[in-house]
């Protein structure tokens, strides 16, 4: 899975188009390795298993740094590129694509089949939609339950965001998610405002997903 701020999609899906009575089915995942597409595209070759094609796209890590695509006996270029093509051009990572193709008896030709195999991704990713995921840095504070409640106080008025506030034996715990470039700065905002008493812990990365719109696209 990628550290930096990338886009993939909402969610999985799948969609079907018919081109000239051939069936193309797209299904869509998010993979966060190739392992993952791996095992994504074999269930999926498993559940088609009596299709003419499963054709392949996928884009994983910083950038799409890992990117396959296989055409599956359709003309060479005429599959697997058109659809990794707009991954690329959408901007996604962490993604991988399966069309499946049941012949419809009518040749399409290889402009014909570049098409088809294009808009059923692109319809197919219109469906579930496009995040933009953000990295952040969880946090906890523990205090005690005497200054929890000017802590919470101090919080709100400084407009920092806060999550959940867990009351647990002695203590309280409070739940947020920053910018990895505030976090320095809250240690001493928290040590300043609990007299020294709160205690921060790193709960390590997480991310917020931010849909993009399609004037984003």
Not at 116 to 133: H, M
């Amino acid at each position: 899975m990628t550290a930096a701020p990338h886009r993939t999609i909402a969610g999985a899906g799948r969609h079907q188009i018919t081109v000239r009575k051939s069936r193309f089915i797209c299904s869509i995942e998010r993979a966060a390795s190739e392992g993952e597409a791996r095992s994504f595209v074999e269930a999926v070759r498993k559940e088609f298993r009596d299709a003419g094609h499963n054709c392949v796209a996928w884009s994983i890590g910083e950038h799409g740094r890992f990117q396959r695509s296989t055409d599956d006996g359709e003309p060479a270029g005429t599959a697997g590129t058109p659809m990794l093509e707009v991954l690329r051009r959408r901007e996604l990572t962490d993604t991988a694509v399966v069309v499946t193709r049941y012949f419809g008896g009518v040749m399409l030709g290889a402009g014909g089949l570049v098409r088809a195999y294009g808009r059923a991704v692109t319809e197919t990713i219109d469906r579930t939609g496009i995040v933009e995921r953000r990295p952040l840095t969880a946090l906890s504070v523990y205090l005690g339950h005497d200054d929890a409640g000017r802590f919470e106080h101090a919080v709100r008025v400084a407009g920092l965001p806060l999550g959940n506030v867990a009351y647990d034996g002695d203590s309280v715990r409070f739940s947020s998610v920053m910018e990895p470039g505030m976090v320095a700065g809250f240690h001493d905002w928290v040590a300043e405002q609990s007299n020294g008493r709160g205690v921060v812990v790193d709960e390590g990365p997480t991310f917020v997903e931010i849909p993009v719109q399609d004037s984003d696209l």
